[in-house]
């Protein structure tokens, strides 16, 4: 059974930092590609950071809105991804999501190309 356990969110004030973790169980980590997707409130699920599978040397990538204040990393020993958040505005305010992607080699931005998804976790930025 694979399973994607969010954390980390929380409320935060403008120009403030969090870190979200994503743990995976029930796949082969180290062989997916991952990403971040959030969803405001009345909007449309938007993609925001991925990363490759580890045999393709860390290969990233982001919407323009984080480029600069955004840092997806992952750790295989840990089965884990992390969403390093900075300089956070309140137009970040959404519930995040992490999603895995089985083919690994590239990377992908829209949601439906990814098999798994985690619940969320919700990011609250007040200004």
């Known amino acids: 059974q694979v399973q994607l356990v969010e954390s980390g969110g929380g409320l935060v004030q403008a120009g403030g930092s969090l870190r979200l973790s994503c743990v995976a169980s029930g796949i082969t980590f180290s062989r997916y590609a991952m990403g971040w997707f959030r969803q405001a409130p009345g909007k449309e699920r938007e993609f925001v950071a991925a990363?490759?599978?580890?045999?393709?040397?860390?290969?990233?990538d982001y919407t323009d809105s984080v480029k600069g204040r955004f840092t997806i990393s992952r750790d295989n020993a840990k089965n884990t991804v992390y969403l390093r958040m900075n300089s956070l505005k309140p137009e970040d305010t959404a519930a995040y999501f992490c999603a895995a992607d089985t083919s690994g080699w590239s990377i992908k931005r829209r949601g439906d190309e990814y098999e798994y998804w985690g619940q969320g976790t919700q990011v609250t930025v007040s200004s």
């Open positions: 990363i490759v599978a580890s045999w393709r040397s860390g290969l990233t």
